[in-house]
C-alpha cells in the first residue's frame, strides 16, 4: 500500500516585479491557514495582461525573487513560465506541474481583484478541473473582505464550510475554491517601482536583500524605466 501523503502545494503566480513583504506575508498566512506543505512562486515571463516593454527582465525578477524566499524552507519557484519566452497562461502552467506531479493537491493563490476576473483567463474552467484556487482578500481592495463567487461561477459552486478565516466552495467534481481572510499588508509593486523612481525610501516594504538588490543593479531608476 502506498502511505506516501499527498503534497499539499500553493501556487502564486504573478510579475514579481519587484516581490514585496506583501507577497510573501499572504503566502506565509495562506500556507498556514491551509495546511500547505510549500507554496511555489511563479514569475510570469510575459503577463498576458502586463505592457512587456515596461516589466523587468525576467533574469532579475527571478534573483529578486530566489534573494525573498531563500530563507523560508516551505517557499519555493517555479521556473516553468519565465523560462519561456511566449506570454504565459496558467492553464498551460497548470497543465504542466499537474502532469509531472498527478498526486499533488495544488492551490491556485490569487488575489481577489484578479479573481473577480476570472471568467476572461484562458481556458477558465479547465482551471478548477486542474487546480483548486485559494482567493486571498488582498487588502486594500474593495470588496476586500467579500468571500463572493463571481457570477460566472455561481451556477456549478456551491458553499462547502467555514472556519474563522477560511471559507470553502466546492463544485461536482470535488474542486475547492478557498476563501482566505488574511491581515496581510497593503502593499504594491506599482508602489514600490514609484517609491525607487523618485528617490524615496523602500525600507520595510522588501525584504533588505532586494532592497539592496533593486538600489545595486539601479532597477527602475534605468533609462528604460523613464
Ligand atoms: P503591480 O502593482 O505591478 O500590479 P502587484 O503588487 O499587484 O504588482 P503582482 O506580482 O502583480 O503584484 O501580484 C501577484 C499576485 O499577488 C496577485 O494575485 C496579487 O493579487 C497578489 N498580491 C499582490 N500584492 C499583494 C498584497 N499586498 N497582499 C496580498 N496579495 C497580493
Known sequence: MNTRKKERAGLFGGTFDPVHLGHLRA???VREQ????MVYFIPA??????DPSHTTPPRERLDMLRLAVGDNPRFGICDYEIKKS????????L???KGHNPDSDYYFIVG???????ETWKEWR???RLSNFAVIARPGYSGAKEAKLPLALQNDFSYYK??????FYRDNNSGLIAFSRIKGLEISSTEIRRCVKSGRSIKYLVPASVEEYILRNNIYTRREYQ
Open 27 to 29: 503566502a506565509e498566512e
Open 34 to 37: 491551509l495546511s500547505l506543505d
Open 45 to 50: 515571463a510575459v503577463p498576458p495582461h502586463k
Open 86 to 93: 511566449t506570454a504565459s497562461y496558467t492553464v498551460e502552467t
Open 95 to 97: 497543465r504542466h506541474l
Open 112 to 118: 481577489n481583484e484578479l479573481f473577480g476576473e476570472i
Open 126 to 128: 479547465e482551471l478548477f
Open 162 to 167: 467555514e472556519n474563522d478565516n477560511v471559507k
